[in-house]
């Protein structure tokens, strides 16, 4: 696909363009939108079978994003607003009860700003599995058993985060997989508005300057789901579009993109920001869910 | 100008291959290329006259250019020779004498990494005034009297830049002031690459996301030496560029750039090593030049 | 005085510990304490004269304690009664008006943790002299004209703290100045649950390694609010109050301080955390004072 | 014991100082020193049998103290001298060979500056794995495989430290285990001084605020090498100090730190500075011992 980007949402609206004459739902595709507090636009996009991920290039599942307007512009309690309705999205996917283990992995690499989405909100997650271990309880109804992993990038550990995280499953045998990373989309917009949660884990691919390895119930063995924030850009994205303005064929374009080598990934000027934001707002949406007696109206603020 | 650049070296290059066919140096244009150790070039550019100035679009003076190899990728030394490189030019404009003092401003956001080059080097330069006032000495053949100044932007301060740098002067009385900033430019390979040196200062324009005010002989009264490095580039430049390529004219490249806003920035996704790198490196480099003395070959390594 | 302390309340603890049997307020001082939400205790000392001054060791004037439970193990909603708590006291000092003009100073050094507790509040604080300039508006009804600055200090500067700041009022004419600097206090108990506020600034002496300047109406000309937390501690004082435990003299203490040198400061090993925590509530609090229709209920969650 | 203290030099000078009339080597113990360019002192201790292991109070096995000079005022090279001298050191306990396998764990908490040696080390150590894996390399002679794991903390993973280390070693299979770890000394003045490398591991214990759980050959299955910096003090050994000094009996502090609660530890406020340093040194150090092709002479600056 001459397009990379992380977002079903991108990818159906890529579809919807190129297919302006059709009506309705897409074959194999599901789909519904939710607004919240004016500010929250909630988009559930459902690909349920081989017709929907052809036409999407995604595998099948739930992809549910979130649109979140004025954050960066500080707009009051909407940082609260946006840890709610993800919350709500994610317990849906993750219903609580009394003996429920997961594991949180914090996909990407703490020194590089737009990379490190998941260890900033690995760390901000509230972890239990030790308690429940000092007193050795089966569970809870206020809180759940909850690990962290913040396994590092191959270039910094040379370790696979696979592996590694397959090793961590064993120790603490989760239900569920939580793991969050940093997301590549086409438009540089939704760099610091826009949240994606699945049901299938992260697909295999390029990321952040290094190959990506899938992560999901056919690598872990466990339940996989997937949060992530668009937080680089293709160059290419940026001129493919441009082109197609201007009225190129697709051909030309990606005769054009093929010829020029636009490898390198740029990302937002806030991005120090978007990070800290993001990380915030997830790890307080983790927390709702997995500990709903302790942070129903209460922010992570760390 | 359709090209946002502060890089004097890439308004010739884009005037070169708008004027292919000319023989020889541009009129009111002096240009000399020099290479050391194989990894770093140095670029001398002097606009002597209006037709220079027009030519480039930028004020009459000196503009150097360090382009620097395999740096991100830590080859060994190359830090150093880098530091060299820049003393031995910064030392031209910038003789070493006895009762030299000076003031070293960095300029920008420490809070935004690809605007904290400014603030990062400022706080590595060795400062000595305070050292001059309690032995009460009027100067030194080793070190010279050197202060240093972070003033914020002015969206978080609520104070004109070049006021407060206006009120510093007038305390520490500086010879010359030397001013350390953030730039743009059209090519992100130069991101993690290329530091420029001058003798204007820094001239008022768009800066990272707030207007930047003139830094100069004009408005500080004092000989201003500014050193950049690019961290930003303008999205608008990547698709112009593309643009060309596939053969558009350059009129319909600026009626597209005209009708599509395309105002934000962006950067390469390892900043957070360029800024720590060049801010080692130009540290260094102004230590070097202000402290003979002491840093003729050790490594500001903070 | 044998004890290194800035607080005024640990000043008069000692006093009424050294005269035990005395009855009723010491002369010269007028004090009080009231309880919020049973997490926090607020004592306001008045040094209304001479007699006082002797009593405690500390210039007259007003010095309000907020002293905060549970905060580092993360109480539910403490930070925010914190904030809501320190505005209300800091509104009493500074009534809220029309016209109002203040410039918040963040002293000490950003890159030593228990030293930057005024930077990072500074840096948190809701800056709007520039909008007022922009709107060319001379008050307003929600907010006050606020402006900031992060002087740096003398060994990485080369210029003097209070130079720079009287440079600073001279260009933004604020009615109040508003200094936010790390504390010493005896006991490291108070280094993660108390917080200082006066009306009289800051008075000299020893800082965090580096000789501390006043700021005050005397230095400043203009009224001169300092709040503080402690974040360090002499290893003195450790000691002294062992000894006075085990029942030595206060005679010999003071022999043993005297005869063996303790300068070294120390710091509590969750520093990291107590920055972050106190410059939120300090920030918040100053931000719901001096913006009163913006920050009533919002945290300044950055 | 009473005094907490991980540094074995220490408890030799503890035993030396209650053995004043004694001549010669501690029964059971072997030591000696050396000093390199004035600045370094290097102490070998050598505790050869339960005779020792009593005297000192520490397991059999080598331990070397490193004492550097000057550090912390920036003097020129110093820190280069310094990995020198460690990776000297280090070369005697993990000799370089074609196929040596390694893996470097950063014990500790990158979140809390006193315990973030271990993670900022293992940070910037070069990390080869990868490499041999894509190259399909057995060993090299130039550099050798190195991998590296920053496990967290059980209070923000939730997972045992020695649990996750076991399964990573599973996955490497290296035939050593370098663990760097904060540690605990008497004298404050060590912290910003001292580097202690064993050949014994980190064994079990209080910890920064957390249970150390014993990380050797027996609980690894791994030959064990530990290097650690103190960055933390007891308050209580201060104390101690001081009482001891004033000619109380040991009997006489020993039933006032029982009868006193001094749990909290304190560290030195130029923390921020001996992290930063002392992790580019041990990494240097670490660097050379395990890559002696690439390192010989240059300075891991990050």
Sequence with gaps: MKYRTDLALEC???????NKDRRGDIPGIHSETEVFDEDIKVTRIEILDKRGE???????????????????????????????????ELGKLIPFKYDLKTLVVGIGNDKVTPDALGPYT????????????????????????????????????????????????????????IAVDSLAARDIARVNTTIQINDVGISPGKGMGNVRTELSKNTLGRRTIAIGVPTVIDAATLIADAMLDIGRSDDEVEKYLAEN???????????????????DIIANGINITLHPGIYKNRSTDR
């Design 261 to 279: 080598q636009h490898e390198l990934v740029v990302t937002s000027t806030d991005i120090d920001l978007v990070i800290k934001d993001f990380s």
């Design 54 to 88: 052809l036409a999407l290039g995604k595998p099948a599942g739930n992809y549910i994003t979130l649109e979140i307007e004025g954050l960066i512009d500080g707009k009051e309690g909407v940082k609260e607003r946006a840890s709610e309705a993800l919350g709500k």
């Design 122 to 177: 690995a760390s901000k997650i509230k972890i239990t599995r030790h308690l429940f271990l000092i007193y050795e309880a089966d569970g809870d109804y206020e809180m759940s058993c909850v690990s962290g992993l913040i396994p590092g990038v191959m270039g910094s550990t040379g370790i696979e985060t696979a592996e590694l995280i397959k090793r961590a499953i064993d120790i603490v045998a989760p239900e569920v997989v």
């Design 12 to 18: 159906k609206q890529l579809y919807d363009k190129e």
